[in-house]
């Protein structure tokens, strides 16, 4: 048995599969299936200063090896979170990191010091999400933008801050260096690459927000890449993922410079999919002879 | 155990008309804790989503799950050519199903084409007490008619192109029913009617949506549906609040 | 038979699938399997100024639902097209495109001129190439580089140009706004998107370049997404492309914006592809009434 | 016709050893175009790629053509399942293959591993004149020994482990032979040191090299390998000029 531990911006982590954002929920429901100790932490479902509804459906559509999502950051607001389902999260013996989203400045930092009082062990600041029509991503696609909004919650935040990065952008090492550079203790990446479906019978966009989220498989080797510019870049470490599926992807975002890994659209089709993933990574160290799992973290050796 | 993810033996495989089959698989613990109105979602090879498919029948004795679905795209296409003795990846069983309750009133199961399915197994403690109206497009497309009629139902059936039976819409045969509570599935124009009549009738009405699904069981929060509650609306979610929903919860758009 | 011509920046295409720069070659591999007037046109292989000795292998590596390449603009150089190809290529009953990339403003300009004399029916400037060290995609990432070298290809070009855009950047409508002020008659969307896998056993890129350019299905949701945002900034026709791969992918990028289609990576599991799209197409349009395939450009219609 | 893509059913399937099989398929035209050394970009379901495997024997009486594989990773995967009966969609014949010249000189066959399979159909017209010279990991590995033996070629095996024949590299057993002209496929290290006896023996020497390719046809210039002629290097293509080169032609790596 190789160790599994990994330790990011300070934070243990019993392995180094975390549950993506918004692909989990709370836990509630994957816990019909596994101990959610199983994972080394759970990302909540984005959560917002408010309630708030989400979009109208469709949310979701179908694409080759992927998938496009609109949810729209549906979530009961960070009271309601911290009340109802983190002591609750907290008993299930994994690392609970709170990813949070907000329409201005002020909104991230209410929240990140709401959160700083409670028992989380993380908080994920999420500047990426391309499905609501204000806040999130505009704050995620220019360095300046990354930079005032993450020393505005650093301020704030008490709790290891990781911020999250967008895809959509031309120059990610950029703004990774950026986020680094404000204070972010780690960077998660990458969130979701802004898509589009058409139906052709009825020739509207199959999702209700015209645009989604692109995730899952077909997005992998762009996060690879992005996870290795991103490492080569700074020194804060990475949790990586986009389309991660098999423990063979693990090993390879773990290559190009994940400390630690999450996992999203693979639940999808396989809710046991961490479960494999950790056999396979297990074996495979044990069969190279690696002791530890982080002795992969950024061992590409480019050409 | 709630709902599980299980390689299924494929025990049974029909065709039932031109695009739609039938499969009854092996489900062990999945079909035992299964109830009329609950959904599966089938695994397709290389694809990024499963497929939500409805229960269609339950048999506890030879623990087995009946799907009869239609052919729509690639992923139903892939389950089309599937056959005995294969084996599918099933999660289930999902959802909230059809509230039975007193089986001795008279209920009406009115079913539109693919939406039939799912009610069978709900008409079957009815026995007598229940009929079922359903709607297909022509004689050629009607299905399970004879599965209702073993349940002890009568069945009435209406065609678009009267090809078989009543010529026009179902819910035209529905203003000749006398009934205490309706149970329907089949597209959103005639969900909204039977909606609308049982709410002039005033009786109780639970009918089975669709949306898009990822998750299906209520985590990615994806296969949304509007909702109302003492007066509040929201979105709720067809695969954990649903797939059966009472009437008079739902808000239909436009 | 619904008509299918159509003519993009004054240009007859007698239907609207155009072989993808660089997964077509110069036409003569594929004339094995048809004659190449079954298709609308053919974009050729990338030129530039000077043959070019392309990258060390490997150049190619799979992804899911898709494909990195890294192949460098290996050609035999802008004078070695014109004599011998170019004129093979223009008895085929074919439009031909010639893809032009350069390292600095002035070969592009001197090559637009050098073409500007021959039978090419249009230029493509490729400004999105992500696999040569110099130059390409460079100038297609920022605004200004995107009106600076089309401002100056212009004045040199007689053919009709079409600028090829990259997705690798944060905001493609305006990229796609810079190209039309600037002159470009046409634009080609989407090149490819930077990737990268890793061997694990070896540790290495598994593609000598480190990145490659993910192209292939995997692609499809971001080029819809792309050239629907391009169609509703610009005036001028959209040559969509990137991961079409059956008639009703053909029949999406059209309804998105797209005047035009390319096919690349298509022909590398099917060979016989555009014969089976254009088959599609053509029952489709037959099958809704609809009496020639430009009526379906642009209309989706949005949430 | 040069090649062409063609739906090719399946006559005969074996397994080699535990992870190498070897498929017999129905090819028509594209057998009777093939010739020693070429091969062929089979398609996977779900795949972005064809998978380049060589000819290992071609039949022109019977239209079949042979593929020997070893299993490397999901799509060499999927090939080891299917079964005789079945369809593989086969773009064939590709590439530039041997050369035989005159099968009257001594010729000797230098195969690796899985890379054994090209040289078998080459080695057929040579009949006594050549010997199969084949190395491989240990005894349980060794495959078409007697295919080599039945084309009246005599063979001689190599061992990685000693567990039967000559324990170590092919390349000693060279050593001690006489021969007029060399062929060879097999690992890169192999071949170089194949490359270099031919060279200090003066003798032609043919090489099949791998790389990984898009198009097989020499479109996408995917397929890059290290040549030169005339003093000049460039990048030629192992699709189309390839896969067997000239040894003096080919520039190695380092
Ligand atoms: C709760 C529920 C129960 C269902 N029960 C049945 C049933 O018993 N019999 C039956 O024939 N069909 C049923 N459907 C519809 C069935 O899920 C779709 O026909 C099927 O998913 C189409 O998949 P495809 O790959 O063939 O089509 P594609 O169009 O290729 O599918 C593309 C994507 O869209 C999704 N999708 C397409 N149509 C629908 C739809 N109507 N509802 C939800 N997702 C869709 C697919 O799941 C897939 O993710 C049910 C749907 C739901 C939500
Ligand atoms: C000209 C030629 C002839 C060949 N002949 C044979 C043969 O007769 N028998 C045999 O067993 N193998 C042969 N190979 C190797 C064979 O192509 C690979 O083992 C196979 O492509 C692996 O596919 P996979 O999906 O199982 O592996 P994966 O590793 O999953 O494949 C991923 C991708 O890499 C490519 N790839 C992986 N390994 C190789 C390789 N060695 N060469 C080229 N591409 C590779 C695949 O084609 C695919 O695109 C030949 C290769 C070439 C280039
Ligand atoms: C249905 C769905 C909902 C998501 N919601 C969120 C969210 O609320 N906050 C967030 O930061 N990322 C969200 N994401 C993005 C994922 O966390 C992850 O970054 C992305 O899906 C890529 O990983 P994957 O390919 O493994 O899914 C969501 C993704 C999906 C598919
Ligand atoms: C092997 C390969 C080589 C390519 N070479 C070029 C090129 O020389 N010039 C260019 O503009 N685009 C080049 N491209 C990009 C394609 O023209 C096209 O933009 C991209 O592949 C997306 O379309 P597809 O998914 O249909 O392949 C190349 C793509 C591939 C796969
Ligand atoms: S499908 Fe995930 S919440 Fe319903
Ligand atoms: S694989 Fe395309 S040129 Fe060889």
């Given amino acids: ?13 019993q392995n180094p599969l975390i549950a993506a954002s918004g692909t989990f929920g709370f836990g509630r429901e994957f816990a019909e299936f596994y101990p959610l100790r199983t ?32 949810v729209g950051l549906q979530n009961p607001g960070v009271d309601h979170f911290i009340e109802n389902d983190l002591p609750w999260l907290k008993e299930q013996g994994t690392a609970v ?31 990426s999400c391309p499905n609501v029509k204000q806040g999130g991503v505009q704050f995620g696609t220019s360095c300046a933008g990354v930079e005032g909004i993450t020393k505005a919650v650093r301020k704030h935040c008490k709790k290891p801050l990781m911020v999250k990065l967008s895809p959509n952008v031309s120059d990610i090492s950029e703004i990774a260096a950026a986020a680094e550079s404000a204070g ?41 890449r992005m996870v290795n510019q991103a490492y080569r870049r700074v020194k804060i470490p990475i949790v990586g993922m986009g389309g991660i599926s098999k423990w063979q992807d693990a090993v390879e975002m773990l290559l ?43 061992q590409v050796q480019l050409w | 155990m709630k709902y599980d993810v299980m390689l299924c033996r494929i025990a049974e495989k029909k065709q039932l008309s031109h695009d739609v089959f039938d499969l009854t698989v092996e489900a062990g613990p999945l079909a035992e804790a299964a109830r009329p109105g609950q959904f599966a979602q089938i ?35 892939w389950l089309a050519e599937t056959k005995a003795g294969d084996f599918l990846n099933i999660l289930a069983p999902l959802g909230t199903g059809y509230e039975l309750g007193d089986t001795c009133r008279k209920a009406v199961f009115v079913g539109g084409g693919i939406g039939v399915p799912p009610l069978l197994e709900a008409a079957k403690p009815f026995g007598e007490n229940a009929t079922a109206v359903l709607g297909f497009r022509d004689k050629a497309s009607i299905i399970l008619k004879e599965d209702f009629e073993k349940n002890g139902n009568r ?75 003492d007066g509040r609306e929201y979105y709720g979610h067809v695969c954990k609040d649903g797939p059966v929903f009472n009437a008079e919860n739902v808000v239909w758009e436009g």
């Fill in chain 1, 1 to 13: 048995m190789a160790d599994l531990k990994v330790t990011v911006a300070g934070v243990e982590f």
């Fill in chain 1, 39 to 70: 994972l080394g932490g759970i990302s909540c479902k984005g959560i917002t200063l408010k309630e708030r509804p989400g979009n109208p459906p469709p949310r979701i559509a179908e694409t080759p090896g992927g998938m496009l999502n609109a």
């Fill in chain 1, 97 to 127: 990191i709170a990813n949070i989203a907000g329409n201005t400045p002020e909104e991230y930092c209410e929240m990140a010091e709401k959160l700083s009082g409670t028992a989380v062990d993380m908080i994920e600041m999420n500047i």
């Fill in chain 1, 184 to 224: 972010a203790d780690a960077i998660s990446m990458i969130n979701t690459l802004t898509g589009m479906r058409i139906d052709i019978q009825t020739r509207r966009p199959i999702i209700r927000n015209n645009t989604g989220g692109l995730s899952g498989p077909a997005l992998f080797p762009v996060a690879v």
């Fill in chain 1, 256 to 298: 190009a410079g994940a400390s630690a890994l999450q996992i999203g659209t693979v639940f999808f089709s396989d809710p046991y999919a961490p479960v494999k993933i950790l056999d396979g990574l297990n074996d495979y160290l044990d069969r190279s002879r690696i002791s530890t799992v982080s002795d992969l973290t950024g």
């Fill in chain 2, 43 to 77: 695994y397709v090879p290389g694809k990024t989503l499963r497929r939500p498919i409805s229960i269609c029948g339950i048999d506890r004795s030879s623990k087995t799950l009946r799907f009869v679905f239609q052919v729509r795209g690639e992923g139903t296409a």
């Fill in chain 2, 155 to 229: 069945v009435w059936v209406a065609t678009d192109d009267g090809s078989c039976g009543h010529h026009g819409f179902m819910t035209d045969l529905l203003e000749d029913l006398d009934f205490d509570v309706l149970y329907a599935c089949g597209p959103a124009p005639m969900l909204k009617a039977v909606c609308k009549l049982a709410a002039e009738r005033k009786v109780p009405c639970q009918i089975s949506l669709e949306e898009r699904m990822a998750c299906g069981i209520g985590a990615c929060l994806g296969c949304a549906c509007r909702l109302k509650k």
